[in-house]
């Protein structure tokens, strides 16, 4: 079964960067759309950014577009999906989470993920924005 880490959440001053990555164990990525969704506390989980499984079909939400940028290496080893957030605000302050999934919609990454489309979760890694 899928299982997946994501990493690099941290405490950040506003303006700053940080760099999400999301790794799987047991199986790999690559016939995956990897989809990222963030939930701050009292607020539902939101879709924040996709990448589809060839990784040619990128969507970003209104929310961070034009600060993040999604990639993936799809490397036989080990496959992994990075998300690089730039000049970050105090509402960006969330748990941020990957998910995985092969149906049409998050292995195309035609749109927002929705976070019905996608079968697998990891943990979650918090992100804090404050001075």
């Known amino acids: 079964q899928l299982q997946l880490v994501e990493s690099g959440g941290g405490l950040v001053q506003p303006g700053g960067s940080l760099r999400l990555s999301c790794s799987a164990s047991?199986?790999?990525?690559?016939?995956?759309?990897i989809g990222w969704f963030r939930q701050a506390p009292g607020k539902e989980r939101e879709g924040i950014s996709c990448?589809?499984?060839?990784?040619?079909?990128?969507?970003?939400a209104d929310s961070v577009k034009g600060r993040s940028t999604i990639s993936r290496n799809n490397a036989k080893t080990k496959s992994t999906v990075i998300l690089q957030l730039n000049d970050l605000k105090p509402e960006d302050t969330a748990t941020y989470f990957c998910?995985?999934?092969?149906?049409?919609?998050?292995?195309?990454?035609?749109?927002?993920?929705?976070?019905?489309?996608?079968?697998?979760w990891g943990q979650g890694t918090q992100v804090t924005v404050s001075s």
């Open positions: 998910a995985a999934g092969r149906n049409e919609y998050p292995a195309t990454c035609r749109g927002v993920p929705h976070k019905e489309e996608y079968d697998y």
């Open positions: 047991g199986l790999t990525l690559d016939y995956y759309g």
């Open positions: 990448i589809s499984s060839s990784g040619r079909n990128i969507n970003y």
